[in-house]
């Protein structure tokens, strides 16, 4: 623990600076009574131990005071940086837009990210209200800024909040801007040295929606069938609005509202996590669809860039579909519509995805590249037609949206959906024709969230000591370690191990206190008739990789 007296007054410094009434009051009785007291020295210790890092995600953390935690200080800092870098590279007076969440503080953030880029000689535009992510994504292409803010902290819990940087082509940012941006945050000394104006900026009016709304438009194809009846959770987000005013406009019957989630709600107070991929997440969406009997359920998460689908299960009950499945749908509805390899138009994931939007692309004499893990480099491929990440991620119109968009992934899956019920079928039908044609690739998760980050840095280190010779009985046919780069793929802290017929790819995630262990195993198909038997043989080797894995990890 740091000097009990340093602490105290670094924590003083920085109180004698805070701006937020509310966080100078909760560190000033952390302060008070820090004296003599070893659990509050603890706390202080906790929130002054260093800096919130800024990096390719930008910000995240826990809401409150000091250094360590998302506040008003730590983000007029990291404005006050993203001013001082954009200026450095010749855009002073350029546009930047703010978007922002409905979650705590968001409001506040996005309204001192205005007055710091105003106070510095640069032109801000605020988003009217909480809005999408994607239209925060879509509004910096459509207004010419030069870069854009958009303050969320996504399907985090509800005590986090965060901030994410993109630069003017719509992309969030990557190295070495984000770098960059952290050294100029770095050499802000004091908020007193941080001009920041009370007016100057730009609220932006709802025509900057109207334009986005218009761009959905041009997902679908004209005259397709729209006649998919759909369930539709926002998970106590922002989605809501946006999404019923672009399915109406497509012409689709109204989606039927998770009402308990509908309406945005910084406590999420029915889900533990508010990501649909979390145990229990989908249960009200499930459970309302059980009555509306629907032909699919949709979910966004809370800033409503990622989609989850669901469809009847055989049994009669919901299934969710992986982000891979989805991921792979999508990709079989655009080349069913035509998509052409003129102007070098390219199917891209990230390497933690299914390796089935590979053969996909290959099938279709479309181009494919696998990045790394994040949007921010799926969007960057050149000639990007179509982008998809597992983690519900999916980029559908790449010229309106540089990034992953639920509002127009919802839109595309239901036209799916729409034109396969016309023709007496299920999104579960398309799924196995896709199984037959490449061989039923299989995916699965083992994830591990940790309250000591330490304990993902041993297992990482754990399995670059002792690499695992064989997983779930097959042998693994080379091993990568990633953090070497390869011919196509910058350095990441990952590793990735090649079976005969498998695939494993262990990282840190780069949002959450998680280790992440993504499996795919691809198991021939003769035929429809030997479906169920490739399923029953997926399902085993993914649990056996799962298990055998966490063993090599030693979690």
């Known amino acids: 623990m740091q000097d009990h007296g340093e602490l105290i007054a670094r924590a003083r410094a920085w109180l004698a600076e805070d701006p937020d009434p509310e966080t100078r009051e909760e560190l000033a009785k952390l302060v008070d009574a820090a004296p003599g007291t070893l659990a509050v020295l603890a706390e202080l210790a906790a929130r002054f131990a260093g800096t919130l890092q800024f990096g390719t995600a930008g910000l995240r953390g826990e809401l409150g005071a000091g250094p360590l935690r998302m506040n008003r200080s730590v983000v007029i800092r990291a404005a006050a940086g993203l001013a001082a870098y954009l200026k450095g590279k010749g855009h002073s007076g350029g546009l930047v837009v703010i978007g922002y ?144 005013a672009a399915f109406a406009r497509a012409g689709f019957p109204a989606p039927v509202l998770v009402a308990e989630q509908a309406e945005p709600d910084p406590d999420f107070p029915t889900v533990a996590f508010p990501n649909p991929e979390e145990p229990g997440a989908m249960d009200l969406s499930f459970a309302t669809a059980r009555e509306a009997r629907p032909d699919l359920v949709i979910a966004n998460d809370p800033d409503a860039d990622r989609c989850a689908v669901a469809v009847p299960g055989g049994d009669g009950d919901w299934r969710m579909l992986r982000g891979d499945e989805v991921g792979a749908l999508l990709a079989a509805h655009l080349v069913r519509r035509g998509v052409s390899a003129d102007g070098g138009r390219v199917f891209a994931e990230s390497i933690v995805s299914s390796s089935l939007l590979g053969r996909i692309a290959e099938k279709a004499g479309l181009g494919y590249e696998e990045t790394l893990t994040g949007f921010k480099w799926i969007a960057r491929v050149d000639g990007l037609r179509y982008g998809y990440e597992e983690a519900l991620g999916y980029c559908v119109d790449p010229e309106g949206v540089r990034d992953k968009d639920g509002i127009t992934a919802a839109l595309l899956i239901t036209e799916l959906a729409s034109e396969l019920k016309e023709e007496g079928r299920t999104l579960l039908d398309l799924l196995d024709d896709l199984a037959v044609e490449h061989g039923l690739h299989a995916t699965d998760q083992l994830s591990v969230r940790v309250e000591d980050l330490s304990l993902i840095a041993a297992a990482m280190r754990r399995l670059r000591e002792r690499q695992p010779e064989r997983l779930a009985g097959l042998a693994v046919t080379r091993a990568e370690d990633l953090t070497k780069g390869t011919e196509t793929l910058p350095p990441t802290d990952g590793l990735r191990y090649t079976l005969d017929g498998a695939r494993v790819i262990v990282r840190p995630s780069g949002t959450e206190p998680k280790l992440k262990c993504y499996l795919e195993v691809v198991v021939p198909v003769a035929d429809r008739a030997a479906l169920p038997g490739a399923h029953e043989k997926a399902a085993e080797l993914l649990a056996a990789l799962k298990r055998d894995l966490a063993g090599a990890a030693g979690i």
Request: hydrophobic residues 40%.
């Open 101 to 244: 969440d409905a979650r705590y503080k968001s409001a506040d953030f996005a309204r001192d990210t205005a007055a710091v880029m105003t106070g510095a000689g640069l032109r801000a535009a605020v988003l009217p209200r909480p809005l999408p992510t994607p239209v925060l994504a879509f509004a910096i292409r459509h207004l010419g800024a030069v870069a854009g803010v958009e303050v969320t902290a996504s399907h985090n819990p509800p005590r986090d909040n965060g901030y994410k940087v993109y630069l003017g082509d719509g992309s969030q940012i990557v190295p070495p801007a984000d770098g960059e941006i952290a050294a100029e945050i770095d050499a802000v000394r004091s908020l007193h040295d941080v001009p920041r104006p009370d007016s100057g900026w730009e609220t932006l009016g709802e025509d900057v929606l109207e334009a986005y709304l218009a761009r959905t438009d041009a997902v679908l194809a004209a005259g397709s069938p729209r006649t998919a009846r759909t369930v539709y959770t926002a998970m106590h987000g922002v989605g809501k609005d946006t999404l019923l």
